[in-house]
Structure formats: C-alpha cells, structure tokens
C-alpha cells in the first residue's frame, strides 16, 4: 500500500515548518523545565511570584509564540495525518475547513486568557 504525503513531502515549505515549530517546542519546554526544576525549585514558586512573571512582557510574547507555534503544529499534524489515512475531495476540503476554524478559536481564546492572566 503506497502512503500519501501529498502535503507533507520532504523539502516542501509545510514539512520545514513542521520540523521548525517542533525544536521551538522542545527547546521552549526544555528551558521551563530546566528553569523549574533547576533555577526555582518547585517548593520555592508561590502564587505572587508566578503573577509577577506572568505580567512580563518577555513572558507573555513566549506565551503566545508558544500557543502560536503549538496551534500550527497539532492542526498540521492531524491534517497531514488525514492526507496520509487518504482522505481526498470534498473530505479533504472539510477537515481544512474544520481544522482552520479550530486553530483560530483555539489561538483567540488562548490569547484571551494570556490577555488576563498578564493583566492586560
């Protein structure tokens, strides 16, 4: 059985992309892990203190480059992995759709709730 990767070849502009938001990922988690674990130890973080980072503005463009850069990569994802199960057609033109609307109101809502939790 042939696998379908008509979106999704190597070298193409959506296989770098996916590639790209995948190590920002990594590397954004590694670094609040690292940060948590290491730097702030986990007993020592209190309610005021994450408030404070919270209202940042450093921590708050992170905050949405990574829900940014996490909305793109899980919607591409599922939809990359529909093309390959063989989806085709007016299917295929639904899940876009779908999968559109879903990643906008995932990134809007997201953005809302950074919005209040930096007190902006």
Known sequence: MAERYSSFRSGSTTWLLQRLTAAFL?????????????????????????????????????????LVTATFHGVNGVYNALVNQGIDGKAK???????????????????????????F
């Open 26 to 66: 990594v590397v954004v988690l590694a670094f609040h892990f690292f940060n948590l674990h290491f730097v702030h130890h986990a007993y020592e973080i209190d309610f005021a203190g994450s408030q404070v980072r919270m209202e940042s503005l450093g921590y708050y463009v992170t905050m949405i480059l990574f």
């Open 93 to 119: 033109r639904a899940a876009q759709l779908v999968l559109g609307v879903a990643g906008i109101l995932l990134v809007v809502q997201g953005v809302r709730v950074a919005n209040a939790l930096a007190g």
